[in-house]
């Protein structure tokens, strides 16, 4: 199969202090690192890198499958080298393949579809795109939306620089990321919906969702994350935030599955309709007039929650407000003894912060 490869010659002023530190970190990242021959190799799901000295320079050798990879590797190579090399900014510019990318790889612009309301806070913004297959998967829950600067006339999309990092025309307004969830894709019709809750002290995100009108273009980063592991019984806790990634892998489970599903949100009025063929029980959890994020509810319901004890194979997942994001994850490695490989936790948003604070 055909490989992909890029190559940089970087002047480190000391290549020692950059290079060992950042392979250690990268073992942070599931990396392998080897060192042979005076070389420092790290591989990270079927991607190669590959430090030697070539004289007073560097040598970085990227191999990688395909050309979405080669650039996650440039990229991350790139800018831990910035990081450890200090006050002393080395250039990076690489030859090879991948020289053509103006884009990321990962970048689309979407226009705005539809705008639908699911329940009074949550709002469904439907989006057309050429690619997005890309997003059918499991494995492929997340995007990040790139909200536009308010002072920007022109929407400002991402650019690729030689160095392999994401540049911006005008760094100082460059759009805010956001995280969603694709709640559903139609790949024929070249859509994908995903809902917005419209919460207190809107950031750009909420906002986006608010005015966001058919036509409207959108730049989309993605996906990322997301996979459900197999078992027999699940349970699922989460916000209305977690809401559109509970309602979509209740959907995928098969009608085998048992479990139970833990839906908090501010009142009746925000029940949506969840269709799955699972035996899996849903209460939801209201915070009756308590602002977001301030309650204990999610993490008592969980508590209130029978494990199976007959052997079944478990896995837990919730999405939702840092707080209780800590509360449900130490409640379940360290009361309920669950293994790494039966749960995910995750914490959504953060009360009183913007994702950039968080
Ligand atoms: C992997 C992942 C997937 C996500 N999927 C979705 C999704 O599908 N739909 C969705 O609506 N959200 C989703 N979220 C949560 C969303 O990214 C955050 O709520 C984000 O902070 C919203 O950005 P913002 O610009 O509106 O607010 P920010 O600028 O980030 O924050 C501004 C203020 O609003 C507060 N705030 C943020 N979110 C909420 C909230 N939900 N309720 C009350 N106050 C809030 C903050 O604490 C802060 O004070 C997801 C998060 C992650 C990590």
Redesign the pocket.
Known sequence: MNRFSAQARVLLADPEAVVGPLCEHMLEHGAEVEKSGGAHILKLRGTSVRFTREGAATLVDVDAANLEELYYARMTVASHILEFSGASVPEIAWEGDGRQLSRPPNFQIFEVAGVGQVTPR?RRITLAGEDVARFAQMEA??LNIL?QHPDVGEPQWPTVGPNGLVGWADPDRRP?F????V?SVDVAACRID????L???????????ENAAKGDRVGIVGP??GGLAEADWYLFAG???????IGRMLEHLPASARGKALIEVADEREIQPLHFKAAVDVEWLFRKGA???STTLLADAVRRTGFPRDGSAVYAWA?C?FDAFRALRSYLRKEIGLKKHEHLV?????????????
């Not at 995903?194 to 809750?197: A, I, L, N, R, W």
Request: aromatic letters at 10%; a negative charge.
């Open positions: 949550m829950l997340h909200v805010s956001r995280k969603y969830t709640r995903v809902d917005f809750v919460h207190a002290d809107a950031g750009p995100g909420s906002a986006f969702a990322g994350g916000d209305e935030t977690a809401l559109p990634a602002p977001a994020g999405g407000e995750v914490s959504y948003w953060r009360r009183g912060m913007s994702e950039e604070e968080a």
